[in-house]
């Protein structure tokens, strides 16, 4: 099993570039998630979907999009990239909440600098 | 509000064994989970508590009192490669059961 899948892996933007970051997932997870971590930081939770065709919004939602068109992909849009977003930004998948003791899987993820 | 307090830094001796402690305020508690991340890497899932006790997982172990609203995570037999950061996870019920994350422990290990 692939687990999760995160493309690209490294990107570079001008301020004011758009990108999608990709995310697959192999596991019929329900619940999918991005992240950003900042150096020295924990995870900062930016969007999440708890099944296809949903999504929400989580702590640092602002300059971000998301999409859930099909289960096993979280799609992860910049509309206008500004520098405060260089980050490494993490994709994450997990069961339903009964079944926590699962945990999160994470894919590898994508370091973006905003120049 | 929500937060989980961990220490930013651990220090501890190959083959030894070390604590890192965790606690946490949140309204709605749905358990305690560990997670592990080697330097430019990704975080991977170490333990869940949903319940009071202890877990064991191989060297490691994790550790949940509610009433205090504490948890800790034991590694023993400290190896070289156990050098990364921990972080404690809380599953809050006042943010839809997201994961509120700590800022996470840094864990080195000398020989």
């Known amino acids: 099993n692939a687990g999760v899948t995160q493309t690209p892996k490294f990107r570079v933007l001008k301020t004011g570039q758009s990108m999608t970051l990709l995310c697959a997932q192999d596991m019929n997870h329900e619940y999918m998630y991005w992240y950003r971590q900042d150096p020295g930081m924990g995870l900062r939770l930016i969007h999440y979907s708890v099944g296809e065709g949903t999504t929400a919004k989580g702590e640092v939602p602002d300059g971000y999009n998301v999409s859930r068109l099909k289960k096993q992909n979280f799609l992860l849009g910049l509309e206008s990239a500004a520098p405060s977003q260089t980050s490494v930004y993490f994709c994450?998948?997990?069961?339903?909440?009964?079944?926590?003791?699962?945990?999160?899987?994470f894919g590898s993820g994508t370091r973006l600098t905003v120049v | 509000g929500q937060s989980l307090e961990q220490p930013s830094e651990v220090t501890a001796v190959e083959g030894a064994i070390v604590q890192i402690n965790c606690t946490y305020q949140t309204s709605g508690f749905y358990g305690l989970s560990w997670y592990q991340q080697h330097d430019g890497g990704a975080p991977t899932f170490l333990s869940y508590n949903g319940l009071d006790g202890l877990e064991e997982t191989g060297r490691f172990s994790s550790f949940l009192s509610r009433s205090d609203s504490y948890g800790y995570l034991l590694l023993q037999e400290l190896q070289m490669k156990d050098s990364a950061s921990y972080f404690c996870a809380v599953r809050d019920g006042d943010s839809n059961y997201q994961l509120i994350w700590g800022a996470g422990t840094k864990l080195i290990i000398k020989p």
């Open positions: 994450a998948s997990s069961y339903q909440r009964d079944r926590s003791s699962y945990g999160y899987t």
